[in-house]
């Protein structure tokens, strides 16, 4: 007996939500910063996009080892969106020898250099997303002097130093369609929680009457174009 229609769409929403659920883990199980409930709001902003704006085009500036990644092809994937993951792969001034958030074991022996590239990779191909998330591997300001892609979604969590922060600000966000949204990812109003690029930005942002507030989780601001 062929199922009914309402036993089909069941059955296809249990899959999808099987899907999502195995993205969730597996951005969990990353090596990254961004804490869990933050990346599910990251992944709901997305998934608003990619359901308004049908087909879309997303992309996240700095990627490091796939987590935020992750979270965003899992909305990319579900919406039929496809994300570009823009990063050099080398660390932002915080990951580098001799500060907090270095990791000795992300640095490529034959070069002396953080390298987080095949950690990226490998997230990607066992979270079978190759097919909705595009690498590219590059300098920022380089890379947006060159777009002409209508972005539905941009999310910036690059370099926190004052030049890179900047650069990615006036670099991507022109390209933010109207109705399209922007996440910025270590916002943090208070300077004892963390740098001050990434919270100046986001006040540009709404500064500049083009964005407005669309949701906030930790230090993760959404914003939506106007």
């Avoid at 972005?151 to 109207?178: K, M, N, Q």
């Avoid at 109003?189 to 930005?201: H, K, Q």
Wanted: charged content about 25%.
């Amino acid at each position: 007996m062929r199922p009914t229609d309402q036993e089909a769409s069941a059955e296809a929403d249990a899959t999808r939500t099987a899907r999502r659920d195995d993205l969730v883990v597996r951005a969990r199980a990353t090596t990254g910063f961004m804490p869990d409930d933050e990346g599910m709001a990251l992944y709901e902003a997305a998934r608003r996009a990619g359901r308004e704006h049908p087909g879309g085009t997303f992309l996240e500036v700095g990627a490091w080892c796939g987590k935020s990644t992750t979270y965003l092809g899992a909305a990319a994937e579900e919406t039929g969106a496809v994300l570009f993951s823009l990063d050099h792969h080398h660390g932002s001034e915080e990951n580098q020898v001799g500060w907090d958030h270095h990791d000795a074991h992300l640095v490529d022996r034959s070069t002396g250099r953080i390298d987080t590239l095949p950690h990226w990779r490998r997230a990607m191909i066992e979270a079978d997303l190759e097919a909705c998330v595009v690498g590219i591997v590059g300098d920022s300001p380089t890379v947006s002097s060159r777009w002409t892609i209508p972005l539905s979604f941009c999310f910036i969590d690059g370099g926190h130093g004052e030049d890179p922060a900047w650069a990615d600000y006036r670099g991507w966000t022109p390209h933010v369609i109207a109705g399209g949204w922007l996440a910025i990812h270590d916002v943090f109003p208070d300077p004892a929680d963390g740098g001050r690029p990434p919270f100046d930005i986001w006040q540009a942002a709404l500064g500049s009457g083009k964005f407005v507030e669309d949701g906030d989780c930790g230090s993760l601001r959404v914003l939506r174009r106007v």
